[in-house]
């Protein structure tokens, strides 16, 4: 509510207020979309919380264990990545570089939710593949 309040006293000062029923109507609009971005928020970090390499790179870690990402070789990530499908890796790779989804769509020619959808399934596929015990059982 106060960022409702802050917001309509920035847009409106300066200028003519609106009468009251424009007032409460913009108000209304405006705690109605906040209440929105506000579920939008908390679906995201479920999502986020959900992602399958969350703790590799990380997120938080629920028991004592060192992090994936701490107890993974080098070599060992370079040969999971390289057991990526040739349309993964190279989604995976783009990312690792530190390019926005848009920019790997645009290079690779593809939508930007194929590119969401490639580094979903590279993540799984890597979490799957650099799992607890013998590498070699990991592989599916």
């Known amino acids: 509510?106060?960022?409702?309040?802050?917001?309509?006293v920035r847009t409106f000062t300066g200028g003519g207020?609106?009468?009251?029923?424009?007032?409460?109507g913009w108000m209304a609009s405006v705690m109605h979309?906040?209440?929105?971005?506000?579920?939008?928020?908390g679906v995201v970090q479920e999502k986020a919380n959900e992602d399958p390499t969350y703790g590799l790179?990380?997120?938080?870690?629920?028991?004592?264990?060192?992090?994936?990402?701490?107890?993974?070789?080098?070599e060992d990530l370079r040969s999971a990545v390289e057991a990526l499908s040739p349309k993964l890796r190279a989604a995976f790779e783009l990312n690792a570089r530190g390019?926005?989804?848009q920019q790997i769509a645009r290079e690779l020619q593809i939508t930007e939710g194929a590119v969401a959808k490639r580094l979903?399934?590279?993540?799984?596929?890597?979490?799957?593949?650099?799992g607890p015990g013998d590498a070699e059982e990991a592989v599916p």
């Open 1 to 8: 509510m106060q960022d409702v309040i802050e917001k309509f």
């Open 33 to 41: 979309n906040a209440f929105v971005s506000r579920l939008r928020r």
């Open 57 to 74: 790179i990380g997120g938080p870690v629920e028991d004592e264990e060192l992090p994936r990402s701490r107890t993974v070789s080098d």
């Open 99 to 101: 390019r926005s989804y």
């Open 17 to 24: 207020l609106p009468d009251e029923a424009g007032s409460m």
């Open 120 to 130: 979903h399934d590279a993540r799984k596929r890597l979490t799957r593949l650099l």
